[in-house]
């Protein structure tokens, strides 16, 4: 017990870190099983109190007798180390897995801290990273880990043990303000001083200072305060607290001319700093309370500056130390508790944007230039996204990372709610600005936290004929010009992707049809540096092909020619360019015509991007590995044995995952009443399934809660979207839908009901702008079928009726009327178009009691009947067909992919939107007409077959007046023109 703490210091410093890179200590800290002050540490360290002992030792003969016992010391410092450990364990019994981790970034030598830290965090229950760097590690070098730890979302809290001369304010204000256990960043400090104690961390050895003068009955009010050698955060925290306790506070440097004085009006002395040699100790009047703080848990040096002081107060050094390393793992438990309350699902606290509509209402882009949006880390803290999680792209637009879904994995999913539409006219119905308006309604006006998840669109329509695809008037994306063109650039990741196989193929059938079995397999393994050895996709290929072997050298004849030659049949390549533009003279082209090809040239084609198997991936995948793998599924052919080749085969795999590595995160933006937005993945309908990204839909469903709504879009109508929303993606994500929403417009059952033909960009006849009660009732039998195919699915129908200008009282009140005659659970006019989410309350309504109600849902069909069956029962029980019609092509391909092993797999029809059969000028419900499957083609990555429908086309081609006429740039302000 007579230990002096000179010696203790000696006995627990270890040799200085040599040079080089920082050693990362990751010290699992062992629980401690109790509360009592016995019992050794694991591995023979000594316990807490043990410690505190030694460390006793020193002062007990110094102690007046008015002072506190070592038992007493020791009871303040279990106290909050067993109030911690309490706190942690009932953080622990809702959440098993929890355990707050301390980051210490040490830059020298001295090691009695980590060890005190070390055996308080034992006892509490806390893990400790700690990394430890060179004495002479300078400014940049520490700040560069302190970013790191920042990033870091397993570790929450941050302390530095680094020398005086490195506390600059730039170092300090590098660490999060949440992750700043010690309260030094100027935010924890201002928080301080403005009087918001509970939402800052606090300095903890000022604290203790506070702490150890109210248990030793010391009362503070009134008392005069000298802070005397402290510096920066420690000096403005003792200041302020002595403050709210009614202490009248003074500080001083040692050199200071008036200390002298200072030191004699006094009450209580604080020694920041070890008292120089030359400041006579008969400067400090006797009965003068003490505390030293020179023992600086930052910098982790000593101050014994001086010899034992004789008065009748209180002298305190270790027990400040010992006491501030206890407070701060009460911050660490704080702050792993403020963590774990930010993962909890919560009413987000969202700013929403206020809407001033104008009448008329102006054009989109005017409306989206006359609001300011929020700036996109804003949003993203409101809806509970950490910092970490988002990557900003200018100023209203981030990439969320996928790490959030496995912060949110215990979290309860929100309801599920589908937007979908009836056939529609060639202008569209505003599924989107449905989807807009349900989820302004919901989150800005009846406070329900309630996320969008819409596609991105494709270049071709936003340049062609539809324009853009934000939404429209008052309820739409903003800024809808970002929206439209490029976004994040996720569409040109796909078309690099993409390209990069297509050219992958051809140059490998060149190869091969131009190189000995030797000379291609001493090109693809090449000897590099006197080294020679496969890839690791290489060995893949090696294992898929029964070859057991890893040493190229090994390998025989025969098996040289099966690894090498992929042996493509060139009249089987389904993988085609693509190019996100409408240009109809790239739908048949010939490649390989210049001479350095050597005479390969065959036929081929190019599709628009959007209709790339990879955004079917891209939409379909729910994890990075999960996109490598499908990526590398895809079948590009088939050799000349007819069996499958993959772009696993081909060795691009590792490649198009780094091309998409960044196009697999969720887009974020906002509505035009600042609620959020996730615009991710954009596949055509009528060409691919149609809808947005899985995981756009699992995030956004965990960060709503289990009451909020999850609202997203499938393309076209019902007979196409939906169907594929419900038998593909369903399937995909594993997700069940609460509620349909069934988009429909007076103009489009008008159409329906024998109206004249709608041509877009031609004025409308008379008969949309006008009332025509019998046109509507007519032309709601399209209306009643689509009902009618959601209910195959077992969800219930709520009925969105998108109001236009033109439409009259009588005509709303009778497709309403009728709607929920077929069945639909309510159908509700909506006005969201003119007045924004106000506008649909009502069906923001009816969707929470439609979604309350339990949900039935089914698939159509079972994945393990025969294709020809799965592609029957669409026809006949989706789209109304007597039967279908195979050509001989697609009986070949469906049997080509049976036989490959792929019959199992759900489909997706491609076939007009326009009408529920294959002809477009086929409108209500066609009936008794057969179903021609011109083609078959297959998405094995994407996990689905797809029939062709008659003459369906893969690249749109551009009318005779595009929209682009219609779009500009202000050169002087840069902004876009015409856009819709």
């Not at 050219?503 to 131009?514: P, Y």
């Not at 350095?596 to 939409?619: C, H, N, P, W």
């Not at 772009?647 to 509505?671: C, E, F, S, W």
């Not at 998405?939 to 500009?968: E, H, K, W």
């Amino acid at each position: 017990m007579g230990t002096r703490l000179p010696l203790v210091l000696r006995q627990l410093r270890r040799p200085p870190h040599p040079p080089g890179p920082p050693l990362r200590l990751h010290v699992p800290c062992r629980a401690s099983g109790g509360g009592g002050g016995g019992g050794g540490g694991s591995g023979g360290r000594e316990d807490l109190l043990g410690q505190r002992r030694l460390l006793d030792g020193q002062t007990q003969s110094s102690r007046s007798p008015g002072g506190r016992t070592p038992a007493a010391r020791d009871s303040i410092v279990r106290e909050v180390i067993q109030n911690s450990k309490e706190v942690l364990s009932l953080l622990q019994e809702k959440n098993p897995a929890f355990k707050p981790v301390l980051a210490i970034i040490q830059a020298g030598d001295d090691n009695l801290m980590q060890e005190i830290n070390q055996n308080l965090a034992e006892e509490t229950g806390l893990n400790i990273t700690h990394i430890c760097l060179p004495p002479d590690s300078s400014e940049a070098e520490i700040i560069d880990e302190i970013l790191k730890i920042n990033e870091d979302t397993r570790v929450h809290g941050l302390a530095l043990q680094i020398s005086e001369n490195l506390f600059s304010n730039k170092v300090l204000n590098a660490l999060k303000p949440e992750k700043d256990v010690d309260g030094v960043t100027d935010i924890n400090l201002g928080k301080l001083v403005r009087g918001d104690a509970h939402e800052c961390f606090v300095s903890p050895v000022a604290k203790a200072v506070i702490e150890l003068l109210e248990k030793s009955g010391v009362n503070l009010d009134g008392k005069k305060i000298l802070v005397v050698g402290a510096h920066g955060s420690l000096e403005a925290a003792l200041q302020c607290l002595f403050q709210r306790k009614g202490s009248m506070t003074m500080s001083s440097q040692w050199k200071t001319p008036q200390l002298q004085r200072k030191l004699h009006e006094a009450d209580i002395v604080v020694l920041g700093s070890p008292k120089p040699e030359e400041i006579p100790l008969t400067w400090i009047q006797p009965g003068t309370t003490v505390l030293n703080c020179s023992h600086d848990f930052l910098s982790g040096k000593v101050g014994c500056g001086s010899p034992r002081i004789h008065f009748g107060g209180l002298i305190e050094d270790d027990d400040v130390s010992l006491l501030a390393a206890a407070l701060r793992i009460q911050n660490m438990v704080s702050s792993g508790r403020r963590w774990l309350r930010e993962q909890q699902h919560r009413r987000w606290r969202l700013h929403c944007l206020k809407l001033q509509p104008l009448s008329p209402v102006p054009s989109d882009i005017e409306i989206s230039r006359g609001q300011t949006p929020k700036a996109v880390d804003v949003l993203a803290k409101e809806i509970g996204l950490l910092a970490d999680e988002i990557e900003i792209y200018g100023k209203s637009k981030a990439k969320v990372r996928l790490s959030v879904l496995e912060r949110l994995k215990n979290q309860a999913d929100g309801k599920y709610v589908l937007v979908a539409g009836i056939t529609p006219t060639p202008l569209g119905e505003g599924k989107s600005t449905v989807t807009i308006g349900l989820v302004q309604a919901l989150t800005a006006h009846l406070n329900v936290n309630s996320f969008a998840c819409l596609r991105q669109p494709s270049q071709g329509p936003t340049f062609g004929v539809k324009g853009g695809a934000a939404g429209g008037g008052y309820a739409q994306v903003i800024p809808m010009e970002e929206f439209n063109l490029h976004l994040t650039g996720d569409i040109h990741a796909i078309t690099a992707a993409n390209n990069l196989l297509a050219a992958a193929i051809d140059t490998r059938i060149l190869h091969e049809n131009t190189q000995t079995d030797k000379a291609l397999y001493n090109r693809l393994v090449p000897l590099v540096n006197g080294v020679r050895e496969f890839s690791e996709i290489q060995l893949a290929r090696l294992k898929k092909l029964g070859i057991n072997k890893t040493d190229p050298s090994t390998l025989t004849e025969e098996e040289v020619s099966k690894f090498a030659r992929l042996d493509i049949n060139p009249s089987t390549i389904t993988w085609q360019r693509v190019l996100d533009t409408n240009d109809r003279f790239l739908r048949k082209i010939t490649i390989g015509q210049g001479n350095t090809e050597k005479g390969y040239s065959r036929q081929a084609q190019f599709d628009i991007a959007v209709a790339s198997e990879i955004m079917a991936v891209l939409a379909l995948t729910d994890s990075l590995a999960d996109m490598k793998a499908r990526l590398g599924r895809m079948v590009v052919a088939s050799d000349k044995s007819g069996q499958p080749v993959t772009a696993d085969d081909l060795g691009v795999t590792g490649a198009l995952t780094v091309l998409m590595k960044d196009a697999i995160k969720p887009n974020l933006m906002q509505t035009l009443e600042g609620t959020p937005v996730f615009v991710h993945a954009g596949p055509f309908a009528n060409i691919a399934h149609g809808n947005s990204s899985v995981l756009a839909d699992k995030i956004a469903l965990k960060l709503v809660g289990e009451e909020g709504f999850v609202v997203t879009e499938a393309g076209f109508g019902a007979d196409i979207g939906m169907e594929k929303f419900f038998n593909i993606k369903c399937r995909a994500s594993g997700l069940v839908p609460n509620v349909v929403v069934l988009v429909a417009t007076v103009r489009a059952l008008k159409m329906h009901g024998g109206g004249p033909s709608v041509t877009a960009g031609v004025p409308l006849k008379k008969e949309y702008t006008e009332e025509n009660i019998q046109l509507v009732a007519d032309g709601c039998c399209n209306l009643q079928k689509q009902i009618q195919i959601a209910q195959l699915f077992g969800v219930p129908v709520v009925v969105a009726l998108n109001v236009f200008k033109t439409d009259t009282r009588a005509e709303v009140d009778l497709v309403c009327e009728l709607a929920k005659r077929a069945g639909a659970f309510d159908a509700v006019p909506c006005y969201h178009w003119s007045v924004g989410g106000k506008g649909s309350v009502d069906l923001a309504r009816a969707v929470r009691e439609a979604a309350s109600k339990r949900s039935r849902f089914q698939f159509l069909y079972d994945v393990q009947l025969p294709v020809v069956d799965k592609i029957r029962t669409i026809a006949q029980a989706v789209y109304g067909a007597k039967d279908i019609e195979l050509s001989p092509e697609a009986q070949a391909k469906i049997d080509r992919y049976t036989q490959q092993g792929f019959g199992n797999l759900p489909i997706c029809m491609a076939k007009t939107h326009l009408s529920l059969s294959h002809q477009p000028d086929k409108k209500g419900v066609p009936r008794d007409f057969i179903l021609p499957i011109s083609d078959v083609r297959a998405s094995i990555g994407a996990g689905f077959i797809y029939p062709l429908v008659g003459t369906m086309s893969t690249m749109p081609g551009l009318p005779t007046r595009p929209c682009f006429y219609d779009i500009d740039l202000d050169t002087k302000t840069e902004q876009v023109k015409g856009l819709f």
